[in-house]
């Protein structure tokens, strides 16, 4: 696959399904980025762990929001608050708060 292809392929997986209201879309950059690094945190442990449960959260915050502020719908800008909420309950509690 060319790289203009590889894009236009990338851009049609962002602009989600249904195309007039998108709920299900292809993850985009720092979601993967978050999964990414929940996968790396789940099979190590130590110094490694801790930076990959940082960057789990930092990046899952940049998703989060990008989705308050510039989601598809209401659908998405909610799913995007409540997974801001998600991020500072788990910090609180990882903070014993």
């Known amino acids: ?3 203009s292809s590889l894009r236009e392929l ?6 989600g399904w249904p195309k ?6 292809f993850p985009n950059a720092p979601l993967l980025v978050a999964i990414a690094a929940w996968i790396v945190g789940h099979f190590v442990s130590g110094s490694v762990h801790d930076a990959a449960s ?3 959260y930092v990046a899952l915050s940049c998703f989060a929001w990008w ?3 510039d989601g598809a719908n209401n659908f998405r ?3 995007g608050a409540a997974v ?5 309950v788990s910090l609180a509690a990882k903070l014993g708060a």
């Not at 801001?84 to 500072?88: M, S």
């Open 84 to 88: 801001l909420l998600f991020v500072v």
């Open 20 to 25: 007039n209201a998108p709920i299900a879309q």
């Open 67 to 69: 989705e308050v502020t």
């Open 54 to 56: 940082a960057v789990f």
């Open 1 to 3: 696959m060319s790289a």
């Open 10 to 15: 990338w851009d049609r997986g962002q602009h």
């Open 77 to 79: 800008r909610v799913m």
